[in-house]
């Protein structure tokens, strides 16, 4: 399944289902509803969600980056495209969609 993010101020974002509702859980929407929005009233606070679980997921990454330098069975660390995608590379689109959305006081609305 795949979700469609819109708005008026960006260019649609486009997202599988499973990483969409992860996202859309993150901001306080219900993740069994096909359809949503998020009003200008709710921007300030989703970005601020969606800032804060991308801080999370960086500093995750980060520790689990210096784990795996500890390791000395290890092997060669993943890179380019056999890297893991996390969920701060996953949400950089929506997030700016929601700022573009707050600067320009448009929605952002999905499964429409």
Known sequence: MLVVFKSDAAADVIMFGDVAKKLLAILGKDTDVAKGIVTVEQLPDAITRLHAAIDDDKARQAAQGEDEDRDDEAGPARSGMAAP???AQRAWPLLEMLE??????????WGV
């Open 100 to 109: 573009a959305s707050k600067k320009e006081g448009v929605p952002v609305v």
């Open 85 to 87: 995608v996390g969920l």
